[in-house]
Each structure stands twice: as C-alpha cells, then as structure tokens.
C-alpha cells in the first residue's frame, strides 16, 4: 500500500524468506501428525519370563563413555555408574562398562572407589526400593523421605548411608585435587609401575574388572553386577573416531567378556532416573510378536535444575515429547546419541559367524601320524581364510 522504489529488492527478499519459512514450518508439521503414546506392563513381562536367578529375562550391557575428568567431573560419573548398578533387573544380567578414552588415572582411581561404595549403597537401595538410585541427588531432594517408608531401621540406615556418601564425596574430591598437577615423570600406580596412559594419544589398550566375575560381593553377601574399565589402545598417526569408536570398542570387548543380546549406553553425567528403565526396555525387545524388528528403543532425556515451568529452558521437551513421538508414527525416533538401548545383532547386521568344521580324513582317524601334518596345516589355513 506505500510502495518504495527504491526498496524493491528488500521487499523482494523479504517476501520470499515469508514465503520459504512458511514451507518449511509446513514441512515441520509433517511428521507430528500422527504421535504415538506407547505404554509398558512389566507385570506381565515378570508373568511371562519370571524374575530373580531363574528369570528368562535377556542380559544387557551397559556402555558409560568419558573422555576428560576435569571436564567431567568424577563425581558425576560415579553417580551414574551407581545407578547403573541398582537398577531393578537381575544382577547376574546387568554389566556396567566405562570407556575412558583420556587414559586418565583420575578416573582409573575414582572407579576403584566407585565399586567400593557400591558394596554399600547398592544393597541399600534394594532393600528400601529407594528412587532415584543415584546418591547425589537422592539425598539432595527437597521431598519427605519417609513417605512409604515402613522398616523401623530405615531412618538409622539412611542417616548412616548419607554419612558414607558425603565420605566417599571427600575422597573422589581429594583425588580430583591430587591431580590438578601432572608430576614430571607422569603417574605411577601403587606397585610402583608408571600408568600406561601418560601418554593420552599414544598408549596400550587396558581392562580392568572391578566388580562380578572378581568374587567382589555387597556387605549382605549378595552378588552385584559387573563393573569394568576400558581404555582404549590409541597410537599416533591413526583416526580414532572419537566417541564413535570409543562404542566400537566397547561392542568389541563386551562380546568378549559377556556379549549380552542388548547394549544400553548413556553419557557420564546421564544417570538412570527409573529403576524400572531396563524392564520397560525389554517390554518392546523381548516382545514375541514384534521384538525381533527392534533395532533400539530411545528414551527421552529428563534434566535436574531448571525452571519446570518453562517450556523452552533447555529441558528439550518439545522434541522429546512432541517431534520424537511424531516421528515415532512413521518410523521410529531418531537415535540421539545417549540413554538408547540397541540390539546388538542389529549393530554387526548379521549373526554371529559360526567357522565350517574341518574334513575328516579318508586315510585313518585313530592315529594322527597317519595324516601328513602339512596337509592338513594348510587346510585349516584355507578354511579360515575363506571365512
């Protein structure tokens, strides 16, 4: 109505980029126009693979990535592995691996510590169904503690457990400041050797167990899940791919030690906020009609210390709530990166090999100097190679 001459190209530009904005706020509705709401029943899961030892409930890895413990916090990581470690599933089933790809021996120290307190805190958690199973922010919460709480020695054991947390809190901190300074000639563990990974880019590849298949046992006698460390081997001159191939080894070594059909992985500061998390997990993989389609299942992300209120602080509710479910009636939710528990024969993309067995000889089977030794050398040698 009040053309300017002189302003066409603007009004030009600025027609097109409403023109275009609008497309594309079309083409974001698309995929929420048909949101799923799914729901779990782990009563009937229980009804259906039973619980405890005998339980036909599948086993499941779960992968905690770290790089940096300055960055890190080491505090943080504890929590989360603590988590990891009470959750509510059957503990021979349950292996918690933590890849730290810095090599640090801050974090090599503060897992030692970590098992240690999980001794304690793990048979806590069970016994009083204790939520969330993560210790800084269990007794960090502003609620009432004794609600639903009926066993006469709780109110001592809680007093006692929060007692040992804040002294487990004073020793990963007096680890953090010991290592603010790197000494000259590097680290050295307690047996006098140097740490391999003083050098952070160039270093063998390390495992240490701390917990399960050790014979480590909580103060009630119980069995508790597998705790392991990994470092990566990492030399110079060679793309390591980050936290991408911080996973790989993990899928690598896991297969190894106890190649579990499920892998869930989660960053160091992303604890498990439902006990519960594993078996409603399972509600979809285990599930006799559709479970073998599976190839993840993504949880949405819930954060601690921000405004509820607001829709747009950084909770990441509009993705998680909305988008996800919408692209959940399509064809599923993307894969965000953390808290998603995969099928791992969907990551190799086929099952497991199986090697042809050897040919029998045609001369004689009852003594082995019947057979010419080469011969049958280079056959092995040929039936491997072509697998």
């Not at 709780?154 to 603010?180: G, H, P, S, T």
């Not at 599976?294 to 819930?302: D, G, I, K, M």
């Not at 990166?337 to 099928?343: E, H, K, L, P």
């Amino acid at each position: 109505t009040n053309p300017v001459d002189s302003a066409f190209g603007l009004w030009l530009t600025s027609v097109i980029c409403e023109i275009w904005f609008g497309f594309s706020w079309i083409l974001d509705q698309f995929p929420k126009w048909c949101p799923v709401n799914r729901e779990t029943y782990v009563d009937r899961l229980i009804a259906r693979y039973g619980d405890g030892e005998d339980s036909g409930l599948a086993p499941v890895d779960f992968f905690v990535s770290t790089v940096d413990p300055l960055k890190e916090p080491p505090l943080i990581t504890a929590n989360t592995v603590l988590s990891i470690l009470a959750v509510d599933y059957p503990v021979e089933k349950i292996s918690c691996y933590v890849s730290d790809d810095g090599a640090a021996m801050l974090t090599f120290e503060s897992l030692a510590e970590t098992a240690e307190f999980a001794r304690r805190w793990v048979p806590f958690c069970k016994k009083f169904s204790i939520e969330p199973r993560t210790p800084e922010f269990y007794f960090s919460q502003k609620i009432d503690y004794l609600k639903d709480k009926i066993h006469p020695s709780f109110v001592k054991e809680r007093r006692a457990m929060k007692r040992d947390y804040e002294e487990f809190k004073v020793r990963i901190n007096a680890l953090v400041a010991k290592a603010q300074k790197t000494p000259e000639e590097g680290w050295v563990m307690q047996d006098g050797t140097p740490w391999p990974g003083n050098n952070s880019r160039d270093h063998p590849g390390m495992i240490q167990v701390f917990l399960g298949e050790t014979g480590a046992r909580d103060y009630d006698g119980n069995e508790l899940p597998r705790l392991v460390y990994v470092s990566r081997e990492k030399r110079p001159g060679y793309q390591h791919h980050k936290k991408a191939g911080a996973m790989n080894a993990l899928v690598r070594v896991s297969a190894v030690l106890t190649n579990a059909p499920y892998i869930l992985n989660l960053d160091c500061d992303h604890y498990v906020n439902n006990s519960k998390a594993v078996r409603e997990a399972m509600c979809f993989m285990m599930d006799p009609s559709v479970g073998r389609d599976v190839c993840y299942v993504q949880f949405p992300q819930r954060f601690d210390g921000i405004d509820r209120s607001d829709r747009y602080a950084n909770r990441n509710v509009v993705f998680f709530d909305v988008n996800m479910k919408g692209l959940d009636g399509i064809q599923g939710p993307v894969y965000v990166g953390t808290g998603c528990c995969f099928y791992r024969q969907a990551l190799y993309g086929y099952g497991p090999p199986s090697l042809p067995a050897l040919p029998k000889s045609s001369a004689c089977s009852f003594c082995c100097c019947c057979c010419p030794k080469k011969k049958v050398e280079k056959t092995e040698k040929e039936i491997l190679r072509r697998v």
